[in-house]
């Protein structure tokens, strides 16, 4: 007798088990075929640094756009305007609140360090977005541009237009990076200087105020303030204008540092006749305007929307326990080792190619590139 009610209650306590196990939306792989497979929607934590700068809305607008078109529920998040204490309540919550994977912007390289940590210890993978997290083995890829690429066409524009390579010289060039908590600016400074630092080491390019250090060229938080404050200070110090001291060119990592440049070359008297060649990435808007107008000389396109899709083909992967396609395995080390990457393509943008790579392929319309009147 004692044996069959113990057989009855053990039929009992598996079924309660396996029917538990189904409900959870685990990695059996069928719920994530369209994120809502017949379990529950699978829900994806988007966390973006800021609002402040306009390429992190068209990147937050297109995971969630796209997610959603994949069938799942999105927690799209901006931590203030760049406040790493609330990214990190924003990514803790995620985590309460049942998100299946968690994809970040970092504000800071090394501030997620713990939050991430405790999102693998949930069992919950993290995609890096665009931005490398530093210290920490939670984080399971990483999608982002060839960000050393940037740097380089960057610096290669500079070559080309100033002849480097058969010129005589000596041209003056003075630099600016972005945020030193930014892992990103390693491969955009470091990239840049690859193609020009041999100029520089044989006097062909001059830095008349000496400052050649990344830490001395990176301006906090992106901030085209910061920069402009920067660029104002060179010129004070060098005498750089129109009818003063030569600027041949000022390298400048991103468009919201190429935009503060700009500001403060303008107030001090240049025009597009005898503006300085100016560099960028993202085509901003204001940049792409700058562009037209003969003041910033090119950008770096990164699409976003790009960006956004093969990281929503990195979530459906990981959700399916299926491994997702990487086209990197060597350049990312996040002091716990290579983080698996796919890096995609950047473009570079000028006005010669805006029309067909920013307003033929939809990106913006030509309105969102004219200047108020
Ligand atoms: C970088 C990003 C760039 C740049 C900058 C400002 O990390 O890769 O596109 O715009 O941040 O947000």
Sequence with gaps: MKKKVFSILLVIAMVFTFSACGQTGGNDGDDADTGNGG????????????????RWNQDGANMKQQLEAAGYEVDLQYAGDNDVPTQVAQLE????????VLVIAAIEAASLTNVVDSAKAAGIPVIAYDRLIMNTDGIAYYATFDNNLVGRMQGEYIETALDLKNSAGPYNIEMFTGSPDDNNIIFFFGGALEVLQPYIDEGKLVVPSGQTAREQCAIQGWSSEVAQSRMENLIAVNGYGPNGTKLDAVLCSNDSTAQGVTTALKNAGYTAENFPIITGQDCDKPSVINMKQ????MSVFKDTRTLAARTVQMIDSILKGTEPEINDTTTYDNGTGVIPTYQCAPVIGTI??????LIDSGYYTEADVTPAE
Aim: with cysteine; glycine share 12%; aromatic share 2%.
């Design 39 to 54: 379990g529950d929607t699978l829900k994806v934590g988007v966390s973006m640094p800021t609002q402040s700068l306009q």
């Design 294 to 297: 003969g003041t910033q000389s």
């Design 93 to 100: 919550n995620m985590i309460a609140t049942g998100c299946q």
């Design 352 to 357: 010669e190619n805006y029309q067909e790579l």
